[in-house]
């Protein structure tokens, strides 16, 4: 079939995208580890397929389009360690595939710019197991891979409303620590209109057009919801876990201007500001 997606760990990015494409008259078949999400995800529209545990070999070779969102584990990229072979067998007939990266493989560049020409110079295990899975997709011939690389996403569930609500919310204070973000609608559409105009080997940065440290997000979702100011704390003296503290390891502002220029992409919400909006109109 023309038009039927394989979605490799089916999560928030890849849910968005099958609302775009479910009603196109898609077929999307998506995976999970979890028996307990099978029914969520056959609500939307989507097949479930649990994975591991189920024989995806056969789906395989029905698909015309994949998409992989699961990310590397300690032992490297969990979909090409399992199917490497049965990928790569398919490969020359597929029309269009996606892996959705991060733009933590460029590392830390105290606050500056960087774009998809900038070298890979990932500070986190995490960005570095990244880099290895873009090279490991890279190397299977004949696939039509575009790889995205996406900024801190955010949107309906997924973003600081709760915490601020909750009285939890800080505002964490680095000097110089700049972020960029993403609307996951911004990145079903980014999605969509790639698979409209696929371009083999194709790298995207996904991000909206105001990176922002992230202390100015905190105090603007306050604001909105009429909540006082979330305390201010120094990022040296917080109380932080291993993983929240790692993300501030890394400072840099995104371009977008590739994926503009090639797509014809725009950013539905081009800052955080209208994103979190939208998402306290949707969802007062």
Not at 184 to 207: F, H, K, M, T
Not at 218 to 244: K, Q, R, S, W
Request: glycine share 10%.
């Amino acid at each position: 079939m023309d038009k039927t997606l394989l979605s490799f760990g089916h999560g928030f990015s890849a849910r968005a995208l099958a609302e775009r494409l479910v009603p196109q008259g898609w077929r999307v078949v998506g995976t999970t580890r979890s028996a307990d999400k099978l029914a969520g995800i056959a609500a939307t529209g989507v097949e479930p397929l649990l994975w591991p545990g189920s024989d995806v070999g056969a789906v395989l070779r029905e698909v015309s389009h994949l998409l992989i969102s699961a990310g590397p584990g300690p032992e490297g990229d969990p979909v090409l360690n399992a199917l490497k072979d049965e990928i790569a067998e398919v490969a020359p007939k597929l029309r269009w595939a996606g892996y959705l990266s991060t733009t933590g493989v460029y590392g830390d560049h105290q606050g500056d710019w960087v774009d998809e020409t900038t070298a890979l110079t990932p500070a986190t295990k995490r960005g570095l197991a990244r880099v290895d899975a873009e090279a490991a997709w890279r190397a299977i011939p004949d696939l039509p891979l575009h790889i995205f690389r996406l900024a801190g996403i955010y949107g309906p569930g997924r973003g600081p409303f709760a915490k601020v609500r909750k009285g939890t919310a800080r505002r964490i204070i680095k000097k110089g620590q700049v972020f960029s973000r993403i609307h996951v609608e911004d990145i079903a559409q980014a999605l969509d209109l790639s698979i409209a105009r696929p371009d083999s080997g194709a790298i995207y940065n996904l991000c909206d057009d105001d990176p922002a440290p992230p202390q100015d997000v905190i105090g603007h979702a306050a604001e909105l919801l009429g909540l006082p100011l979330p305390e201010a704390v120094d990022f040296e003296t917080a109380e932080m876990t291993p993983m929240a503290r790692s993300f501030y390891a890394e400072s840099k502002k995104v371009r977008n201007d590739r994926i503009k220029a090639a797509l014809g992409w725009q950013p539905k919400y081009p800052d955080y500001r209208t994103g979190l909006a939208a998402m306290l109109r949707d969802d007062p």
